[in-house]
């Protein structure tokens, strides 16, 4: 398909356990982003890319989060020794990309289903 | 305090009806405003995306937004049992905020035959 895709769509872990979450923009989409959602909350703002530069990690909870887009098309989200805090959906988006200050235009963000965490 | 508010409802509205949903949001950067529609299980998809204040009117849809007052509104008209979903409002600073995206709560809709 031609939509932005995420693996795995569901994800259990033990406390303490390593996990690792997949994002396949929409090619061509220079800019992607990482959200988290809480059950019942709206998502919140983790991290993002343009090409492989990240730009802004202000929205990472901890240093066991980690991001990754090495080729500037697929990226990866680590999460180290989870904790059952980190139980929610992981969102990421693509847009076509941002220019900045004066040329700043709006580009539709093109979301995934998400991959859903749950640490016991 | 969160930058957007959103009430989360749940809202149960009968088929055909017109239905108000709002936000209101502190950070006067904020230009532009969209508003994403969520079902179960998937990814937001955008409905509607308005740069500043103003009307902006997609179908069944409109949008709002009063930058005075900071509030943000989507009215859907004619409502279909197919709306069923939660909507959540989002606001972009521009400028050099790249393409962040600030959400509110949501707010759940049910539209029953």
């Known amino acids: 398909g031609a939509g932005v895709s995420q693996s795995p769509r569901y994800k259990v872990a033990k406390r303490g356990q390593d996990v690792a979450l997949r994002c396949d923009p929409i090619s061509g989409h220079v800019s992607l982003f990482w959200y988290q959602q809480a059950l019942g909350q709206g998502p919140e703002f983790l991290t993002y890319f343009q090409n492989e530069a990240q730009l802004d990690k202000s929205g990472l909870p901890s240093d066991r989060f980690f991001a990754e887009r090495p080729e500037g098309s697929v990226s990866t989200l680590k999460i180290q020794r989870t904790q059952q805090e980190d139980s929610a959906v992981y969102l990421c988006?693509?847009?076509?990309?941002?220019?900045?200050?004066?040329?700043?235009?709006?580009?539709?963000?093109?979301f995934g289903p998400g991959t859903r965490l749950t640490v016991l | 305090q969160k930058e957007v508010e959103q009430d989360p409802g749940p809202l149960s509205v009968p088929e055909g009806a017109i239905v108000s949903l709002n936000c209101t949001y502190s950070?006067?950067?904020?230009?532009?405003f969209m508003w994403y529609r969520q079902y179960s299980r998937k990814g937001p998809e955008l409905l509607m995306y308005t740069y500043s204040s103003g009307n902006k009117e997609d179908g069944r849809f409109t949008a709002q937004v009063d930058k005075s007052s900071k509030y943000i509104s989507l009215f859907i008209r004619d409502s279909q049992p197919s709306d069923s979903a939660t909507y959540l409002c989002?606001?972009?600073?521009?400028?050099?905020?790249?393409?962040?995206?600030?959400f509110g709560q949501g707010t759940i809709l049910t539209v029953h035959p």
């Open positions: 988006a693509s847009s076509l990309g941002y220019s900045s200050g004066v040329r700043f235009s709006y580009n539709e963000q093109f």
């Open positions: 950070n006067s950067a904020f230009q532009y």
């Open positions: 989002a606001t972009n600073a521009g400028g050099t905020s790249y393409g962040k995206l600030t």
